[in-house]
């Protein structure tokens, strides 16, 4: 019969047909074709494979089902025959949009959401069943119009997501370079010799010759071999993604409009500034609590290398653009010695926490004015 869903049983047995009944009085399964209004599937995703949890309607959500990842769009495609409306969800992670994607060309309509740790009582059990549970409970709440029920992600296109995979491959690249850098100026330290800075490059490297042995240096050579082959990659993806660059304001760089450009995908998707804000987390936090209101650092919530590249992005202008209205308004407070980081957990009062430099201090190393547009 219709109401037979697929991977149940398929025998239309008695104690199936008063289950049923009992779940949707008000439905005529004795008609042919009868469908129920929507299906929701929490998905838990894993490589090898899929946990689903699916709710009809507003039942009770049935248990976990294990579903290989190639039997998965033919099952959940099946899924139509038996509801109007098919959702579902997952997180996003390692395994990006295909799943997606595949789900959204079969007519199901799915979200792929911010992960998060779904054992919100902290009772201690986290599986990957009941992780598929919490995924369908929340996905009943958003189908029904809480849309504040998941944080959904936006989903890319290919050609979006390409450039972005440009942009972080060559952040990859650096994140290698200095882990390899850091590497040998441990192994040169812990043999009681002290290095600052490319130890790899020209000069320094000559000078280790005469300060190390010849087996160090042995060992310090293929280091250096791995550290000058990805600063070739490095300078490549470098150049690549400041010639797909357009023409900048003074302090801006092309480097990181493309960053910036990649990582938020498309400029459109934001109604207003407060978007902004919490995409980039440079929004401050405030806890409140009857007439007791108190605004903490900035949140972080949001994109990290979006805020790294803004970070840079306000030490240039500084130096590069003192006479910007925005920069000029506050440049007494970003210049000074003396100016707070802000409050921050367990720090009181004012002043400089320890290690803290003013912001026009931090980007001294930059290289002198060059011409082009400018932002007044």
Request: aromatic share 6%; charged share 25%.
């Amino acid at each position: 019969m219709a109401w037979v869903l697929a991977g149940e049983r398929n025998s239309a047995t008695p104690e199936c047909y008063e289950e049923t009944k009992h779940q949707y009085p008000h439905r005529n399964f004795s008609t042919k074709g009868v469908k129920a209004k929507c299906i929701k599937l929490g998905i838990d995703v894993h490589a090898d494979s899929y946990r689903v949890v699916r709710q009809v309607d507003n039942a009770t959500p049935q248990p976990a089902q294990k579903i290989r990842p190639e039997d998965f769009p033919g099952w959940a495609e099946k899924q139509k025959e038996f509801a109007e409306e098919v959702y579902s969800c997952y997180e996003a992670g390692p395994f990006g949009y295909p799943l997606h994607r595949k789900l959204e060309a079969l007519g199901i309509h799915n979200v792929v959401i911010r992960p998060q740790n779904w054992d919100e009582l902290h009772k201690g059990v986290k599986t990957d069943k009941t992780d598929a549970l919490a995924l369908v409970t929340r996905l009943t709440l958003y189908v029904q119009g809480n849309l504040k029920a998941l944080a959904v992600v936006r989903v890319p296109t290919p050609e979006q997501e390409l450039a972005r995979s440009q942009s972080r491959h060559r952040e990859q690249l650096m994140e290698h370079r200095l882990r390899l850098e850091a590497q040998g100026r441990s192994l040169l330290l812990y043999n009681d010799c002290r290095v600052k800075g490319r130890w790899w490059q020209g000069k320094p490297w000559a000078s280790l010759g005469q300060r190390v042995s010849p087996e160090l240096l042995a060992i310090l050579t293929v280091t250096r071999d791995l550290v000058i082959t990805l600063q070739r990659q490095l300078d490549a993806a470098t150049q690549a993604l400041e010639q797909a660059a357009k023409p900048q304001p003074v302090g801006v760089g092309a480097l990181t409009s493309q960053v910036l450009e990649r990582e938020v995908l498309d400029w459109n998707r934001f109604n207003n500034r407060r978007q902004v804000g919490s995409m980039t987390g440079m929004c401050p936090g405030v806890r409140s609590s009857g007439n007791t209101t108190r605004s903490g650092p900035i949140t972080k919530h949001g994109n990290p290398r979006l805020r790294k590249a803004l970070v840079e992005l306000s030490w240039r202008l500084v130096r590069f653009q003192p006479d910007y209205p925005p920069v000029k308004r506050r440049l007494a407070v970003l210049t000074s010695a003396k100016a707070a980081a802000g409050p921050k957990e367990g720090h009181r009062g004012g002043g400089t926490p320890s290690g803290h430099r003013p912001v026009a201090d931090k980007y001294q190393a930059l290289h002198p004015r060059t011409s082009g547009p400018s932002l007044r």
